[in-house]
Nanobody
Framework: QVQLVESGGGLVQPGGSLTLSCVAS????????MSWYRQTPGKERSLVAS????????NYADSVKGRFAISRDNAKNTVFLRMVNLKPEDSALYYC???????????WGQGTQVTVSS
């Protein structure tokens, strides 16, 4: 059974940091590019960061470049998102999934909420 379980979100002050984790199961994680997405109420889910199957290449949305870092541990079927210098506009529900296009997506997990507020 395919499963994506996100964790690590929370309430943080502007300028703070968080590291999100996503544990995957039910598919060949080490053969899969992975991505982080985020969504706020009333808006579509947007791509935040992506990483190739071997971790060699990464890509980021312009709004998070220089502040977020995606990484992965294939031995633990886990993808991470390190977020520093967080801004209120980073507040969202964060999800991980396979790939960067809809035809690759697996069933979405529950996400993890990030709230940046003073």
């Amino acid at each position: 059974q395919v499963q994506l379980v996100e964790s690590g979100g929370g309430l943080v002050q502007p300028g703070g940091s968080l590291t999100l984790s996503c544990v995957a199961s039910g598919f060949t994680f080490s053969d899969s590019g992975m991505s982080w997405y985020r969504q706020t109420p009333g808006k579509e889910r947007s791509l935040v960061a992506s990483i190739t199957d071997n971790g060699q290449y990464t890509n980021y949305a312009d709004s998070v470049k220089g502040r977020f870092a995606i990484s992965r541990d294939n031995a633990k079927n886990t993808v991470f998102l390190r977020m520093v210098n967080l801004k209120p506009e980073d507040s969202a529900l964060y999800y991980c999934n396979r790939g960067t296009t809809a035809f690759l997506w697996l069933p979405w997990g529950q996400g993890t909420q990030v709230t940046v507020s003073s």
